[in-house]
């Protein structure tokens, strides 16, 4: 997001992989044991060199950019598919689209004043599920851990209610709509998933702890029983998450890595099966990424 503080240099080496135990006993003759060195820093973006022995259910997934297209420069923040088009987000404003990216109905000041007077100042990624927009809003005082979460009619734009969250930051928030759970996540760079239960308002359940400190999160979305991360790290990178052991997996990047990686979507389309948004380092154009995971 363009106002967030930077996060430091860029480095062109991959983000942490995974660590793998292979074994290989045909006849029951050799172990052999693979694993990475770690870089000892501190910094959530520094890597960790790794070797990943290919396994019998085959090599980690990875995703491919397939395509690119600039769209409209204010599509700056966060996206959503609909059944019939999108929905994107900006600082401030709500935008619905066509399946073409033309914007058919649009919400200024989509923050209400009496939200906007305690300090709350900025959309991230959105979601959408059951005719309902899921948007995550922050006031930009990390330290009082306490941001908000809005609602807002698919159709209308109109805004529906909003809650106050324990949680330091608030980039992003993606929904199981099936399942009445949303997910977050407390800081822009954590090892764990924030979980509420939306059937009982808002009410928070244990989080999903992560096996890999995750930098710079930017995004989030569910589908398969996986939530897919988009990031602002080193590589502007596109992350899995098993939501039932909590292993992530590092997919690849969505390229352009001198720019800023913002929201994703991981609606399965022709076009994709991951989209996300990324701005130039120039702070225009904006783009949307498709990537295929395979």
Not at 43 to 69: I, K, L, R, Y
Not at 84 to 99: H, K
Not at 179 to 189: D, R
Request: proline share 6%.
């Amino acid at each position: 997001m363009v106002v967030e503080p930077s996060g430091g240099a860029r480095s062109d080496v991959p983000p942490i992989l995974v660590r793998r135990l292979h074994l290989l006993a045909p006849i029951g003759l050799a172990l052999l044991l693979v694993g990475g060195c770690s870089s000892g820093s501190d910094d959530p973006n520094a890597a960790v060199a790794s070797v990943t022995v290919p396994t019998t259910a085959g090599a980690p997934p990875h995703a491919t950019v397939v395509s690119e297209q600039e769209v409209d420069p204010s599509f700056r923040q966060g996206l959503a598919k609909t059944a019939d088009g999108w929905v994107f987000s900006t600082n401030n404003v709500l935008f619905g689209t066509d399946d073409g990216l033309t914007i058919t109905r649009k919400h200024d000041h989509a923050i209400p004043p009496d939200w906007a007077a305690q300090g709350f100042n900025h959309i991230g990624d959105v979601d959408v599920a059951d005719g309902v927009i899921y948007a995550p809003v922050e006031q930009p005082d990390y330290g009082r851990g306490r941001q908000a979460m809005f609602r807002y009619d698919l159709n209308t734009l109109a805004f529906l209610d909003g809650v106050t969250i324990n949680q330091s930051e608030n980039s992003w928030v993606a929904v199981d709509g099936e399942a009445k759970i949303a997910y977050s996540m407390n800081a822009f760079t954590d090892h764990a998933v924030t979980r509420y239960d939306l059937a009982d308002g808002w009410k928070p359940l244990d989080p999903v702890k992560l096996d890999t400190t995750v930098g710079r999160v930017q995004g989030g979305d569910v589908r398969d029983g996986y939530l897919w991360l988009s990031t602002d790290d080193a590589t502007d990178g596109v992350y899995r998450v098993d939501l039932g052991t909590g292993q992530v997996v590092a997919l690849g990047s969505i390229g352009r890595i001198d720019g800023e990686g913002e929201g994703i979507d991981a609606t399965v389309l022709p076009s994709g099966d991951l989209h996300v948004l990324t701005i130039d380092v120039a702070a225009v154009p904006v783009r949307l990424v498709d990537l295929k995971v395979g």
